[in-house]
């Protein structure tokens, strides 16, 4: 039977959120406001997590519910969903009819509605949502959490120009704490993570170091594995003889945290990553980091070109970048101080507090580049 609250008591806001899997880059916030007794967060769920997921850690919530795909459950599902002051939809090209459904009944119901989204790369292959998405959802009362740079422009093309966009990325638990990090001036250790496809675009590093003239002894090591592994150690044959390849597979996170903490120089050359939560993880350690523009947790997020970082557009300009941040030790060691700066904003408990904000009515209380602040 529930309680009536005490005098003075005020109960934490009521969470529901739907998404295609349980994703910790996400709930992480929400777990460190349940924390904090500020809301109350249940997660609705229609896909099993992979196995590459679990292998990385990933785990089922306590306050997560897998929703059966059959009208009966799903209905069930809403209902007590339902129940919440605010409802958040994570993506909404994924599980579809479930997911995008979701959200357009709780517009019907005149629900609180936030959407987060990293964008939509296969928008044009998908009649379904080209027809639904800009009727139910092109409203002004609805909030839209924009993952990573330019993903609002993906739902501004399909003319959903009424919602109101705000920054945001992902983030996790686990990497709040910045560590200073002492640049020195002897062997460089480059480090990057991620799967060994193509997409990732590590060949396009090995080529830029098969490039570099100087003397300094350069370790780059890769943590991940995949079908490119034979790949690269044949190209990684013509590098210098002071450059040396390592493929390290995959890592346990006590690992990756080793790594990150030996690396001098973080680097995501991905042709694209909606968002990419180890570049999270190389700002927290205070690492230089160069991505790629398709990686879209760097411009205006976690990296600021020249700042604590570099976003290259070409082979020239990962070429001047890399090269210089490799021989350069003072030039490390300000990129590296910089990143408190960025972290400061970025940080899960952070992200967290300004959450909290912004679903207790103080929407565009933010304008400084951070999470939660409005976009034009």
Known sequence: ????????????????????????????????????NKTETHCYYFNEMPQHRKALGWKTRKNSQLVSKNPISYFKAIHKAFRADHIFLLGIGASV???????????????????????LKKINTNPFLKLFLKPI???????????????????????????QYYKFGFAEAAYNVINKHKQTSGNISVLSVGQLIERKNFQRILHSLSRYNGDKQIDYRIAGEGPLRESLQTQSK??????????????????????FAEANIFTLPSEYDGWGVVVNQAVANGLPTLLSEGVRSGEGH?????????????????????????????????????CKEIWSKWNTQEIARRLCEFI????????????FSRIN
């Open 1 to 36: 039977m529930n309680q009536t609250p005490m005098k003075g008591y005020k109960r934490p806001i009521r969470i529901s959120v739907f998404a295609s899997i349980e994703n910790p880059h996400f709930l992480s916030i929400f777990d460190v406001s349940d924390n904090l």
């Open 97 to 119: 009819p479930w997911l995008p459904l979701a959200g357009a009944i709780a517009v019907l119901l005149n629900k609180r509605l936030v959407i987060a989204s990293e964008g």
């Open 137 to 163: 959802y092109n409203r002004e009362s609805i909030a839209f959490l924009a993952i990573g740079f330019k993903a609002h422009e993906d739902f501004q093309k399909l003319g959903m120009t009424r919602v």
């Open 238 to 259: 013509s590098l210098p003889p002071n450059i040396r390849l390592e493929l390290l597979g995959n890592q346990s996170k006590e690992c990756l945290d080793e790594l």
């Open 302 to 338: 976690l990296v600021k070109n020249g700042f604590n970082g570099y976003i290259f557009r070409n082979d020239s300009e990962l070429d001047h970048a890399f090269h210089s941040l490799i021989d350069d030790s003072q030039k490390r060691n300000l990129l590296s101080r910089n």
């Open 360 to 371: 207790s009515d103080k929407r565009g209380s933010y304008n400084d580049g951070g999470p």
